[in-house]
């Protein structure tokens, strides 16, 4: 640990910079300038140069981009769907599910689609939500409350809940793909006064 240590200072920004000093220091023995003094000197530069050397600057997080986080829940949501293939739900429910799921899956489909989503990243994060948690625990929920309403009967009837819980994420969905359409127009919007102002310079 300690040899690290050392072997990192010898790198350092403050080691180069205050040897590099400490070099003109000595230059300045062998040309006579710093006279009987010469080691008070190249010490004293070495020193200036360590302290006016900038700080080193630690390497930042290696996290994934959102491309690579795309990849991520696109992997994940195939996992859903063989989740979703082994559960039963009622036929609105499952009409319901299976819009969002569609649209869901030509979001994450590879293409320029997926490229233009990989630039948002709250648009990545609110994806991977969906498939990772929203969907999941709504259909599992339904799951379990639907075997207690078969003991106790008379209660509302958990597939209401379910059929509201997947509109609710199909809006959402819907806002998601709106908006990188929105992404799109105003591109194409830009490109178009990009010409027009191009073809005016002549």
């Known amino acids: 640990m300690a040899t690290s240590k050392f072997l990192g200072y010898l790198e350092s920004r403050k080691n180069l910079t205050g040897s590099a000093c400490g070099l003109v220091g000595v230059v300045l023995t062998f040309t006579g300038v710093a006279g009987p003094y010469w080691p008070v000197v190249v010490a004293g530069l070495y020193g200036a140069g ?11 997080p290696d996290f994934p981009d959102p491309s690579a986080q795309l990849d991520e829940v696109r992997g994940d949501f195939g996992t859903l769907l063989e989740y979703l293939r082994g559960v039963e739900l009622p036929p609105a429910a499952s009409g319901r599910l299976t819009e969002l799921t569609d649209l869901l ?5 590879p293409g320029w689609v997926a490229e233009v989503l990989a630039q948002d990243p709250e648009g990545v994060h609110a994806l991977s939500r ?3 948690q929203d969907i999941p625990e709504a259909v599992d929920t339904f799951v379990r409350t639907r075997w207690w309403t078969r003991l106790t ?6 597939e209401r809940h379910l059929e509201r819980q997947l509109t609710l994420l199909q809006k959402e969905a819907e806002r998601l793909a709106a908006g990188l359409r929105e992404t799109e127009a105003r591109r194409q919007e830009s490109h178009t006064r990009y010409l027009e102002e191009r073809g005016g310079t002549y």
């Open 153 to 158: 009967p008379g209660q509302e009837p958990p």
């Open 130 to 132: 969906a498939v990772r």
């Open 50 to 60: 360590a302290l006016i050397a900038p700080p080193e600057r630690p390497p930042l």
């Open 105 to 109: 899956a030509a979001l994450l489909e």
